[in-house]
């Protein structure tokens, strides 16, 4: 059994939602990202989702793409990333820690390459936006041979044949996209979500966690009550872009904490 696997079965035991903070890679320094990451779990994150920083992420908003910008000028690369993961795991062994980002870095590195690395640094998952699961089938297998998770997105737009897929070659959990859009847009509709999620669990026995939109404690708490976990990122980056960079720790603990707090209640 993965950390993803044990989490969740925790979770259950407990009859707790999961919460997955996002944040990027080097962003607002690269001396933060470390602490930020315990601070996430000081504040009651069950996975870590880090984000890769790449020059262009498609499926970001305006928010993330300008944590990407700063993580970039940085020169922060995919493996500083691993590098990091590697810290933290000095310290905290128990904490699942997915990687999201872009197939390029990846490519560039070569999977068997990046696959070994990343399991030498700790991490658990991956979420490849543009490695739809048809067309990365080894590299799922790879991944799951090396004990981490390959993570699939899903969307409102996704078809049967699509989920059907995912159920076949993902792992950990899937992700499902709550909008027709970029990451931190729009209200989401949770009885919308409730109705796609019925339907992806004809197929996908994984956890579902949902994210894209989530931007405070009322709306992770609605969400997560149709949906095994919430995702939220954006709102994540705001926060450290609002506060100085000696407080943005702190910033952040409090904020998740917040978030913790109402999926518990």
Do not use: W
Request: glycine fraction near 10%; charged fraction near 20%; include cysteine.
């Amino acid at each position: 059994m993965s950390r993803i696997q044990s989490v969740f079965a925790a979770l259950a035991a407990q009859n707790k939602k999961g919460l997955i903070p996002f944040i990027t890679a080097g962003d607002p320094a690269p001396e933060l990202t470390v602490p930020l990451m315990h601070a996430l779990v000081a504040g009651g994150a069950d996975i870590i989702e880090l984000g890769v920083p790449f020059s262009d992420p498609m499926a970001e908003g305006p928010v993330i793409q300008r944590a990407c910008e700063r993580a970039l000028k940085y020169g922060i690369g995919i493996k500083d990333v691993l590098g990091f993961v590697d810290e933290f795991r000095k310290t905290n062994a128990a904490t699942p820690v997915v990687l999201m980002g872009y197939a390029n870095p990846i490519e560039h590195m070569g999977q068997k390459v990046f696959i070994q690395a990343a399991k030498s640094a700790g991490v658990d998952g991956t979420i490849v936006v543009d490695y739809p699961p048809e067309e990365c089938e080894e590299f799922a297998l790879t991944m799951q041979a090396n004990g981490m998770d390959p993570i699939f997105l899903l969307a409102p737009t996704s078809t049967e044949e699509r989920i059907a897929h995912v159920a076949e070659v993902g792992g950990g959990f899937s992700y499902y996209v709550s909008l027709k859009g970029v990451t931190g847009a729009g209200n989401i509709d949770t009885k919308e979500v409730a109705q796609r999620i019925a339907a992806i669990r004809k197929y996908v026995k994984l956890p579902i966690a949902v994210g894209f939109g989530i931007r405070d404690a009322a709306t992770a708490k609605a969400v997560a009550s149709v949906s095994d976990a919430i995702v939220i990122g954006s709102r994540i980056i705001q926060e450290l872009e609002s506060t100085s960079r000696d407080k943005a720790v702190e910033a952040v603990q409090t904020f998740i904490s917040g978030i913790r707090k109402a999926l518990d209640e």
